[in-house]
T-cell receptor, first 114, second 110 residues
Framework: DAGVIQSPRHEVTEMGQEVTLRCKPI?????LFWYRQTMMRGLELLIY????????DSGMPEDRFSAKMPNASFSTLKIQPSEPRDSAVYFC????????????FGEGSWLTVV | ELKVEQNPLFLSMQEGKNYTIYCNYS?????LYWYRQDPGKSLESLFV?????AVKQEGRLMASLDTKARLSTLHITAAVHDLSATYFC??????????FGQGTRLTINP
């Protein structure tokens, strides 16, 4: 299996621009998670989906962030407009079934907003 | 609110020595995950502990879970340089909603 695939791997953008991060989960997985990692705040869960439906978006920092999962093999995390404090590594992860199964992480998207 | 605390946050040790990383958490859970992260890389799953008293071992790493004490440990036996990385524990709040610890940066010196 190819694992969780994220794109782009690196992005540098100017403040105010729209950023779209993409994720392809492992085939057959029904849970998809978006995490953010920063030095100050560590790893934070932003939002997660089950069977393409958003279940909990309480970690989304503000209205500038949105996430979609139009089908079982694709999800996006969008930031509009972006700000320098959004600079972080954004990880997508996926898993199958109920609690207790391994959650597999993608390689991450390194975002820098200048 | 669930809080997960690891200690130590930084650990420098010599090859061949044994050491333990501790993960304490504040509310009831019987599902705990350990991950490894190399610099600039993704998180690699090491262990999933699913019940009180669970113990899992892989090579020089052994993890255990005490749900009554709300404590998990990651024990490193006869450390080798290749184990240098940052190790995270994460507690499942339910429905695989993980809360991560701060991470323990482990450096193993020859």
């Amino acid at each position: 299996d190819a694992g969780v695939i994220q794109s782009p791997r690196h992005e540098v953008t100017e403040m105010g621009q729209e950023v779209t991060l993409r994720c392809k989960p492992i085939s057959g997985h029904d849970y998809l998670f978006w995490y953010r990692q920063t030095m100050m705040r560590g790893l934070e869960l932003l939002i997660y989906f089950n069977n393409n439906v958003p279940i909990d978006d309480s970690g989304m920092p503000e209205d500038r962030f949105s996430a979609k999962m139009p089908n079982a093999s694709f999800s996006t995390l969008k930031i509009q407009p972006s700000e320098p404090r959004d600079s972080a590594v954004y990880f997508c992860a996926s898993s199958w079934g109920a609690s207790g199964n391994t959650i597999y992480f993608g390689e991450g998207s390194w975002l820098t907003v200048v | 609110e669930l809080k997960v605390e690891q200690n130590p946050l930084f650990l420098s040790m010599q090859e061949g020595k044994n050491y333990t990383i501790y993960c304490n958490y504040s509310t009831t859970s019987d599902r705990l995950y350990w991950y490894r992260q190399d610099p600039g890389k993704s998180l690699e799953s090491l262990f999933v502990l699913l019940s009180n008293g669970a113990v899992k071992q892989e090579g020089r790493l052994m993890a255990s879970l005490d749900t009554k004490a709300r404590l998990s440990t990651l024990h490193i036996t006869a450390a080798v340089h290749d184990l240098s990385a940052t190790y995270f524990c994460a507690v499942d709040q339910g429905a695989q909603k993980l809360v991560f610890g701060q991470g323990t940066r482990l450096t193993i010196n020859p």
